[in-house]
């Protein structure tokens, strides 16, 4: 049942376990100031505080609004139900896979439950609770708070920098380096995918320009490089670049989907009709992904 709750009484110890968005708190913010706060804050209620899950982007709105009271509803009657019943929901509530992967290393490490526990808790497999876990022990501290503060991109750590540590073996450290070199440059993330195969594979010099700071010069550079000559016929670069906008367009609705303002039934109707066109063609789209993606790694 949904109560309205003094900002000072929320505890917000697990504000870090969650991903902040510059841009999508710049919109909430907005709607809270014309609506208010339409969804409430979620959380579990002890003895001395009432500890924060979800919606902390709803709380620094209302902070920045000055908006004292909010209204809050409880997830479950401890803290590791109530992570547990975040996890469940987060389907909808689009908790993120790291996300998710954070609160499972909580529910680990500090409430010291087993992954055969977390697995059947969530009625998910035992791989799904450890592909998360995983996840963790690639992460460096220093990288998790990049990535966590919003100055460094999940996806970017995910997608570009992972296969680096699982296929080209390179130590954490190095790529703790490449992260402090890049975090907070608001570079696009094919910016980052060029560095870091610049940093990691590419020459002595390119790596040096890098760590100097001069990314801006790297990046002019490849960037003529690659609008020059490449070697290509026109049939290969027209394929480049459709690669390249349904990388792009990918990105983009991975990000969209997560956003809370779609409402209309009529909008719901449509989306839900070309949603499931995509996932019939997803495993075609898959497979034929990955044999192309083979294919061009053997050169």
Same mark, same amino acid.
């Given at each position: 049942?949904?109560?309205? /709750?003094?900002?000072?009484?929320?505890?917000?110890?697990?504000?870090?376990?969650? =991903?902040?968005?510059?841009?999508?708190?710049?919109?909430?913010?907005?709607?809270?100031?014309?609506?208010?706060?339409?969804?409430?804050?979620?959380?579990?209620?002890?003895?001395?505080?009432?500890?924060?899950?979800?919606?902390?982007?709803?709380?620094?709105?209302?902070?920045?609004?000055?908006?004292?009271?909010?209204?809050?509803?409880?997830?479950?009657?401890?803290?590791?139900?109530?992570?547990?019943?975040?996890?469940?929901?987060?389907?909808?509530?689009?908790?993120?896979?790291?996300?998710?992967?954070?609160?499972?290393?909580? =529910?680990?490490? /500090?409430?010291?439950?087993?992954?055969?526990?977390?697995?059947?808790?969530?009625?998910?497999?035992?791989?799904?609770?450890?592909?998360?876990?995983?996840?963790?022990?690639?992460?460096?501290?220093?990288?998790?708070?990049?990535?966590?503060?919003?100055?460094?991109?999940?996806?970017?750590?995910?997608?570009? +920098?992972?296969?680096?540590?699982?296929?080209?073996?390179?130590?954490?450290?190095?790529?703790?380096?490449?992260?402090?070199?890049?975090?907070?440059?608001?570079?696009?993330?094919?910016?980052?995918?060029?560095?870091?195969?610049?940093?990691?594979?590419?020459?002595?010099?390119?790596?040096?320009?890098?760590?100097?700071?001069? +990314?801006?010069?790297?990046?002019?550079?490849?960037?003529?490089?690659?609008?020059?000559?490449?070697?290509?016929?026109?049939?290969?670069?027209?394929?480049?670049?459709? +690669?390249?906008?349904?990388?792009?367009?990918?990105?983009?609705?991975?990000?969209?989907?997560?956003?809370?303002?779609?409402?209309?039934?009529?909008?719901?109707?449509?989306?839900? +009709?070309?949603?499931?066109?995509?996932?019939?063609?997803?495993?075609?789209?898959?497979?034929?992904?990955?044999?192309?993606?083979?294919?061009?790694?053997?050169?």
């Amino acid at each position: 049942m949904t109560e309205q /709750v003094e900002m000072s009484c929320i505890d917000l110890r697990f504000e870090e376990y969650r =991903l902040k968005n510059k841009a999508a708190e710049r919109t909430l913010l907005a709607s809270i100031a014309e609506k208010g706060i339409l969804d409430p804050l979620q959380g579990v209620d002890t003895e001395g505080a009432r500890i924060l899950l979800n919606g902390f982007k709803r709380y620094r709105c209302a902070q920045k609004l000055g908006i004292g009271i909010v209204p809050y509803i409880p997830l479950a009657v401890d803290t590791p139900m109530g992570i547990i019943e975040l996890i469940r929901i987060s389907n909808a509530k689009s908790l993120s896979i790291l996300e998710q992967a954070k609160l499972i290393d909580e =529910l680990k490490t /500090v409430y010291h439950m087993s992954t055969s526990d977390i697995a059947h808790m969530l009625e998910k497999s035992k791989a799904w609770v450890s592909v998360r876990s995983g996840i963790m022990n690639e992460m460096s501290p220093k990288v998790m708070r990049h990535v966590f503060m919003g100055r460094f991109p999940a996806y970017a750590f995910m997608y570009i +920098l992972r296969p680096f540590i699982r296929i080209n073996k390179i130590d954490k450290s190095q790529i703790d380096k490449f992260v402090n070199l890049t975090a907070g440059k608001e570079l696009s993330l094919r910016d980052i995918e060029m560095l870091a195969h610049s940093y990691f594979k590419g020459s002595e010099e390119i790596r040096k320009q890098i760590q100097e700071g001069n +990314l801006t010069w790297v990046l002019k550079g490849l960037n003529q490089k690659s609008s020059s000559d490449n070697g290509c016929t026109q049939i290969e670069n027209q394929m480049l670049k459709e +690669l390249e906008i349904l990388q792009k367009y990918m990105q983009r609705v991975i990000h969209k989907t997560k956003d809370d303002r779609y409402k209309t039934d009529s909008f719901f109707a449509q989306a839900n +009709l070309l949603t499931g066109g995509i996932f019939r063609l997803l495993k075609i789209f898959e497979e034929s992904m990955r044999e192309f993606y083979d294919r061009t790694g053997q050169t």
